[in-house]
């Protein structure tokens, strides 16, 4: 799968679709093999579904952009939002049923509800592995001894366990995967890192500097807070070394050792193309402008996700 993820996370239901049409094709054409996609709530009022109708469009730009199914990694989520009334089974055959695939690739566990153990939990998950609905699996901001738990229960019972840990990882938001007991845990089991939120809701793009509207206008909860006290600091480096800000951010995360891939958004095929150049970026830093990248949002107090 490629280094950089396309995710969808509030996206395409927010521009034209002639432009949601365009980064689809774009990202297929740069290379982009790996999506990722999820249910969520409808917020805008007007969709025709209560939730999902993300996936249904993600299922209809797939399609319209020419993906090949078999050379693209999809990836989708399990929120155990309704369970146990909702089974894990029914839970992504209706996401499946919405995107319009036979099965996912990827399919991460987020945060388990009250009264699903950990082993029970990886059982259940390894029932979708075995029908083919899901062809691997990973986890998406669980806690590290959960996360060695869940390795410790798939070995106990002969089954896959997680490959991928989707966590938040920024100048501003380094706590969850550098904690020691975290990369214990994802060495424990061969766990690739899927870096999110590496932007920090798009304040380290800059463009809140610049005064452009976005998610995070208004917003006062702390990752937003962290992102905008560190985006002038970013910003001074991205104007002397001109780079773009958002590439900066970005390779900051590309550099984390144990990072299988970096997953962002984009709502435009220049934005797209933007967050794209990081991987140039990472590669030509030289020793002391990595030093001094580094010490962006180290002082910020970190957000919650």
Same mark, same amino acid.
């Given at each position: ?107 991460? %566990? ?121 985006? %002038? ?5 991205? +104007? ?7 590439? +900066? ?57």
């Amino acid at each position: 799968m490629s280094v950089l993820s396309l995710g969808s996370w509030r996206t395409f239901e927010r521009i034209d679709p002639g432009t949601a049409l365009d980064v689809m094709v774009a990202a297929r054409e740069a290379g982009v093999s790996f999506l990722d996609d999820a249910r969520y709530d409808d917020e805008s009022g007007t969709a025709p579904l209560p939730t999902g109708w993300s996936e249904v469009l993600f299922g209809r730009l797939f399609r319209e952009a020419g993906w090949v199914r078999s050379e693209v990694t999809v990836a989708n989520k399990l929120w155990w939002e309704f369970w146990p009334q909702q089974s894990a089974t029914e839970e992504l055959d209706g996401s499946l049923e919405r995107m319009g695939l036979s099965h996912v690739d990827l399919i991460y %566990s987020m945060q388990l509800p009250d009264g699903l153990s950990v082993p029970a939990a990886v059982e259940l998950i390894a029932e979708l592995l075995a029908t083919g609905r899901a062809r691997a699996w990973g986890i998406g901001n669980w806690q590290p001894e959960h996360v060695a738990e869940a390795v410790e229960a798939a070995e106990a019972a002969g089954v896959p366990g997680p490959c991928a840990a989707q966590l938040p990882y920024s100048l501003v938001r380094r706590d969850w995967v550098d904690d020691p007991a975290m990369g214990d845990a994802l060495a424990l089991g061969g766990i690739g890192l899927v870096a999110s939120s590496s932007l920090a809701g798009g304040t380290l793009s800059g463009k809140y500097l610049r005064g452009e509207a976005g998610r995070a206008t208004g917003r006062t909860d702390p990752a937003t807070q962290a992102g905008l006290l560190a985006a %002038s600091d970013l910003g001074a480096l991205a +104007l002397e070394w001109d780079i773009p800000a958002a590439q +900066l951010a970005l390779a900051f995360a590309l550099d984390h050792p144990r990072l299988s891939s970096l997953l962002f958004g984009a709502t435009s095929p220049a934005q797209l193309e933007v967050n794209l150049g990081a991987l140039e970026v990472h590669t030509r830093l030289e020793p002391g402008q990595w030093t001094r990248l580094r010490r962006v949002g180290a002082g910020v107090p970190e957000g919650d996700t």
